[in-house]
């Protein structure tokens, strides 16, 4: 799938950044065009893989933020996107529409400019383009605070109004008791970044071998497009060692199926498989809800095998109970691991996302009544007891 992926907010560029990096050093073929806007200039200063011409700062004129940020405020970041529309729509001019299969909005959901600005550049996307707009969203830790959580169950309404499907990805079920708040947020990076660019850069021509059964964009669009909320599996493993020795012989062809279908190649596939769905989940969902899967296997060719795939569909529609079950590969003759990446689509029982908006709603209370209470404090505090003093 050819993409034009678009960051907004700090942890969107940063994540977007992180894409675009991981997939150079993969060799790969996802992104055709990055960008990264925001409302806060000194987080635009910490990209370095996107072009510097394709960094936007918008709200630089409003007297609310001058560049400064939008202060966890989405209602602000929501409307300083709308006000620098035009901002917005010149950079995507050089969006190249000939060559994209899709959109792409990442965005961090607790903070303000993410969440609120995030989801209004999707709907000038839907409205402006035929192409389907995909929002890849990161959800808060519950450490972040009430305001965070607020802000991110609001934020996932939004994206899900204005985006043919959301890809969520949660801090929480990643985090970690060893990281520092700034090692957790890149090795988080990198795991999305992983995730995202085996699974939508499958069946992009690259210059590596093409397999019959390789994915390619209609495939991910026909299990996005149900909508909803998504979430997506992985799980890696070694190479053989007689893999690694056939990987050093020049000039070795073998079409799909030839090696590959032995039954130990198979039972290894359709156990990674397996143990990527069983595993942990870019967001913590039952599995069982999901109403569409793409299941894609990336490794050196001699490890694939079509036997393998066919299992492993079988058993995913097995615990999905839907036939709706796409599976193929994705041949890297160079690659040192074989790995298997699982889309599970519309998920509708994600427990992540109900505790969110239960934190959301006791936090909306808790400003709700800390707003009345300092109402009366400050009236309290200037007023006499006798309320015989008037104003000057």
């Known amino acids: 799938m050819k993409l034009a992926v678009i960051g907004f907010g700090n942890a969107g ?85 000939h060559d994209i299969d899709a959109f792409l909005v990442v965005g961090g959901l607790g903070g303000g400019t993410g969440s609120g600005g995030g989801p209004v550049l999707a709907g000038i996307l839907s409205e402006q383009y035929n192409e ?20 991110a169950a609001r934020s996932v309404q939004s994206y899900m109004d204005q985006t043919d499907g959301l890809v969520l990805f949660d801090n929480d079920a990643w985090k970690e008791g060893a990281d520092s708040v700034e090692s957790g947020y890149e090795r988080t990076n ?22 019959e059964n390789a994915m390619d964009s209609s495939d991910i669009n026909r299990t996005l497009a149900v909508g ?19 990987q050093g012989l020049l000039g070795r062809v073998r079409s799909n199926g030839s090696d590959g279908t032995d039954a130990d190649s198979a039972t290894k596939i359709h156990s990674l498989v397996r143990r990527a769905v069983q595993s942990r989940l870019t967001c913590p969902a039952e599995v069982e809800s999901t109403e569409r899967a793409l299941v894609v ?17 079988q058993w995913l529609e097995g615990e999905i109970d839907s036939v709706e079950v796409l599976a193929g590969d994705d041949p890297r003759p160079s690659s040192d691991t074989l790995s298997a990446t699982v889309l599970l689509s519309n998920v509708t029982d994600v427990p992540r996302v109900d505790r969110l908006q239960e934190q959301a709603v006791d936090a909306q209370s808790d400003i709700e009544r800390q707003a009345t209470g300092r109402e009366e404090a400050i009236t309290n505090l200037v007023t006499d007891a006798e309320n015989r003093l008037d104003p000057v």
């Open 13 to 97: 560029g940063k994540v977007a950044d992180r894409i675009v990096e991981y997939e150079a050093e993969t060799g790969r073929a996802l992104c055709r065009f990055t960008a990264a806007v925001n409302t806060a200039s000194i987080d635009l200063e910490k990209i370095t893989h996107i072009p510097r011409e394709n960094r936007v700062l918008v709200g630089q004129t409003d007297e609310r933020s001058k560049g400064h940020g939008a202060g966890a405020d989405p209602e602000l970041g929501a409307e300083l996107a709308r006000q620098d529309r035009a901002e917005i729509r010149r950079f995507l001019d050089g969006v190249p529409l």
């Open 132 to 151: 389907p707009v995909y929002g890849l969203g990161v959800l808060p830790s519950e450490d972040e605070g009430g305001r965070a959580s607020l802000n």
């Open 297 to 313: 296997v990336s490794g050196p060719p001699e490890e694939l095998s079509h036997k393998g795939l066919v299992r492993a569909r």
């Open 228 to 246: 909803g909320v998504s979430t997506v599996a992985y799980a890696e493993a070694a190479v053989d060692e007689s893999t690694r020795r056939q």
């Open 190 to 211: 990198h795991e999305i970044a992983k995730r995202v660019v085996t699974l939508l850069g499958a069946g992009e021509y690259d210059g590596s071998t093409v397999s």
